[in-house]
């Protein structure tokens, strides 16, 4: 009974749940989205966002959309959780400064964001494949829930295929995670001036900022992401790709350049609400678990060191 007062006691510890909220408010709001940017990526699909919402309602009905949410969202808690973490760790560790009270320079949160997306990719890839083939089963297949999905895809390609995407995933996350922490601190010192070392910001600038940082973030990296969806989604009895190049070449041989930005307006859409969630709900669940303790206690030293100074200067 006693463990969670004292989890939460630690700054660690009010990271890691605030970053799961984040994370499930983000899949929550976007996976329809998400849905349809797994199909629009598929080879040979032609139609627009809008037909393929409709046909999918029509002829699936609305849960459709939802299709393979749980496996991303029992996860979420402690992939988004460790994300923050693991980047907070790595911007101090990044930051050469000797103060504490000044905020890592942009620097710092580039690499760190760089950093941290290479590693959470550990995590990430077999919960991807799983949900993208999750997604792109329809009503008339056998359909399968993502236990039995995974535990098959182990039985018939052992590690390597539930790893499957891995290396495709580390190019795509890396640079990723480095424009969307980027993005996300420099906007919201923007709009709210001061914010990065008071902690202390508007619900708007939060999901402003937010937003921006997930539409950054998938920019620089759609056409990997792309790649990645196809090498994932194919069967691997019958594989057309051999790898990324491979995917690659054929992809824009078949379908043009244009291929690899095929359902980018449904992914920035999405990028925009689903991370303005997560910013929003992890910041507000940090206040709620830590109220303005750290604010306070940077008011506190810095009101002591100008009376200090007002001392020495009389």
Request: with cysteine; glycine share 10%.
């Amino acid at each position: 009974m006693d463990f969670w007062p004292e989890f939460l006691a630690k700054s660690w510890g009010r990271e890691f749940v605030a970053g799961g909220f984040g994370g499930m408010a983000g899949v929550v709001s976007g996976y329809p989205l998400d849905t349809l940017r797994i199909r629009l990526q598929q080879p040979n699909n032609t139609t627009s966002a809008f037909n393929l919402l409709r046909g999918i309602i029509t002829s699936e009905g609305p849960s459709a959309l939802y299709r393979g949410m749980c496996a991303p969202l029992a996860s979420v808690t402690f992939q988004n959780a460790m994300v923050f973490q693991v980047y907070a760790v790595l911007s101090r560790a990044f930051d050469s400064s000797t103060s504490n009270m000044d905020p890592p320079p942009f620097k710092c949160v580039a690499m760190a964001g760089v950093g941290t997306g290479a590693l959470q990719s550990m995590l990430l890839s077999p919960v991807e494949l799983i949900k993208i083939r999750l997604q792109l089963q329809s009503s008339n297949s056998n359909r399968q829930g993502p236990i039995k999905l995974a535990k098959d895809i182990i039985r018939r390609e052992g590690l390597r295929g539930i790893y499957r995407g891995l290396v495709i995933t580390v190019l795509r996350d890396a640079p990723a995670h480095g424009a969307y922490f980027s993005t996300y601190e420099y906007t919201r010192e923007k709009l709210h001036v001061g914010c990065r070392k008071s902690g202390e910001e508007s619900l708007t600038t939060m999901l402003v900022a937010g937003g921006l940082a997930g539409v950054a973030s998938w920019v620089c990296c759609y056409p990997l992401d792309v790649v990645k969806s196809r090498l994932q989604a194919q069967d691997q009895s019958q594989p057309k790709y051999q790898g990324i190049v491979d995917c690659f070449r054929k992809s824009v041989r078949d379908e043009g350049y244009s291929v690899l930005f095929r359902g980018l307006g449904t992914a920035v859409a999405r990028a925009f609400m689903v991370n303005g969630a997560i910013f929003a709900a992890y910041e507000i669940t940090l206040r709620l678990l830590f109220g303005n303790h750290e604010t306070k206690q940077i008011d506190t030293e810095e009101e002591g060191l100008q009376k200090e100074m007002l001392t020495k200067s009389s």
